[in-house]
């Protein structure tokens, strides 16, 4: 195997390791396709996939060294990345206190999910600092730049199949029964998780 595929699959693998844990990105899709239906659980996906491929073109274009020469830059990704996740857990928490016959979701909400996914994914500072590392461990500097597309391309496409998976399958008939059930005390416990979130962000060390 040449030395070009195995930083390649290296890089791959270490990207694939996000998605064994859950986080800020997975559960707002499982929460949005739950509580306003597949489409919209797709949307916010297809934005959360789109973020990855934003990531992945930066990396590639070696603009992430940016963020590990300058301090700052990862303090700042912080701040808005735990600011949009406290706003999360409000909106989660303002939706477990209103009556179910009151939840009922508007077109207008589903307008700007796209927008989101991106947004939840660009302010996060671990998805910045899991693509340093895939420079660092398995793209070098000196990768020929098929290496570099190859991963662009990769990466969102697992990107998208894998948030649109959760999207599809959280969005089923039985699933949104259960959510129907429990909605207040799911969205309660979304609201502590991105509540958490933020902390574990905004006191995240490099």
């Not at 290296?10 to 800020?24: C, D, R, T």
């Not at 307008?111 to 660092?136: E, F, S």
């Amino acid at each position: 195997m040449s030395p070009e595929i195995s930083s390649l699959l290296l890089a791959v693998g270490i990207f694939s390791v996000g998605f064994v844990s859950i986080g800020p990105n997975i559960l707002a899709i499982i929460g949005t396709s739950m509580e306003r239906g597949r489409g919209n659980g797709v949307l916010l996906a297809l934005g959360v996939g789109t973020g990855t491929a934003v990531w992945a073109t930066l990396t590639v274009a070696g603009l992430t060294a940016l963020i590990t020469a300058y301090a700052g830059l990862v303090t700042l990704l912080k701040i808005f990345g735990a600011a949009y996740l406290l706003w999360l857990a409000y909106k989660a928490f303002r939706s477990a206190t209103i009556p179910d016959a009151k939840t009922k979701p508007t077109s207008a909400q589903g307008k700007n999910l796209y927008l989101q996914g991106m947004a939840i994914q660009l302010t996060n500072p671990k998805a910045a600092l899991q693509w340093i590392a895939i420079v660092g461990l398995g793209l070098g500097d000196d990768a020929p730049l098929w290496v570099g597309l190859t991963l662009i391309v990769t990466a969102t496409t697992l990107s998208l199949l894998v948030h649109v998976i959760y999207a599809v399958t959280f969005s089923a008939s039985p699933v949104i029964d259960f959510y129907q059930r429990s909605r207040r005390w799911i969205e309660g416990a979304l609201g502590l998780f991105f509540s958490f979130a933020a902390y574990k962000i905004a006191t995240y060390r490099n």
